[in-house]
């Protein structure tokens, strides 16, 4: 059964650094979502991305993220100075041309230092 | 601005009997409505959804009821297995129209199958 793939599975980084995230949807998807949970904390929505380009993002994306679709299998999301509040779970999801259901990924730990 | 509300963290049910998850949501502009089951350290799986036209859907072991002039779903395990222990997680979409939506989550509800 088709999944939705991220590496990696956990990255640590120091305050201040950049990182990128990685996710290949399921193949034939159209529509991209990042996601994060802080721990203890519910899922909260990041930005959806659809016909490369942001559709809706919500106010935690703020400019220090960035979505790219660089080439026709990879998602990525940039963090670009990373604080210690960014440390979560961040989860890709993908769905299909209804976009009903999101499908998610197993999720990248983030631990800022 | 909590917008969907799962008012019970946790929930304890014995194998074989039934177990009902709750779920409230606020905006009725929501149209549609996904359970996912999470376990530690591994993302969200889907298992049920329901449109908003509808109120009920069926898929094996789980059910799950919309009542929209309540603004409450519930999801039904029957019968209740030591495999579905785990978080299970409510959500919902707004359509807007354009591209992607992303879904508003609740906080999730801890279900514990006792053997």
């Known amino acids: 059964e088709p999944e939705v793939t991220q590496t990696p599975s956990h990255q640590v980084t120091q305050m201040g650094q950049e990182v990128i995230l990685r996710c290949v949807p399921i193949?034939?998807?159209?529509?991209f979502y990042w996601y994060r949970q802080i721990l203890g904390q519910k899922v909260e929505f990041l930005v959806s991305?659809?016909?490369?380009?942001?559709?809706?993002k919500s106010e935690i994306f703020d400019d220090q993220f960035s979505v790219e679709r660089p080439d026709g299998s990879n998602f990525t999301l940039k963090i670009r100075s990373t604080k210690l509040e960014d440390s979560a779970m961040y989860f890709c999801?993908?769905?299909?041309?209804?976009?009903?259901?999101?499908?998610f990924g197993p999720g990248t730990r983030l631990t800022v230092l | 601005d909590q917008q969907v509300k799962q008012n019970s963290p946790s929930l304890s049910v014995q194998e074989g009997r039934i177990s009902i998850l709750n779920c409230d949501y606020t905006?009725?502009?929501?149209?549609?409505f996904l359970w996912y089951k999470k376990y530690p350290a591994e993302g969200p799986t889907f298992l049920i959804s329901?449109?908003?036209?509808?109120d009920k859907n069926e898929d094996g072991r789980f059910t799950v009821f919309l009542n929209k002039s309540a603004k409450h779903l519930s999801l039904h395990i029957v019968p209740s297995q030591p495999g579905d222990s785990a978080v299970y997680f409510c959500a919902a979409r707004m359509y807007s129209g354009g591209g992607a939506d992303g879904l508003t989550f609740g906080k999730g509800t801890h279900l514990i199958i006792q053997p």
């Open positions: 193949s034939n998807h159209l529509y």
């Open positions: 991305f659809y016909n490369n380009e942001i559709s809706e």
């Open positions: 329901i449109s908003s036209i509808k």
């Open positions: 905006n009725s502009m929501f149209d549609y």
């Open positions: 999801a993908s769905s299909g041309e209804g976009r009903k259901t999101q499908y």
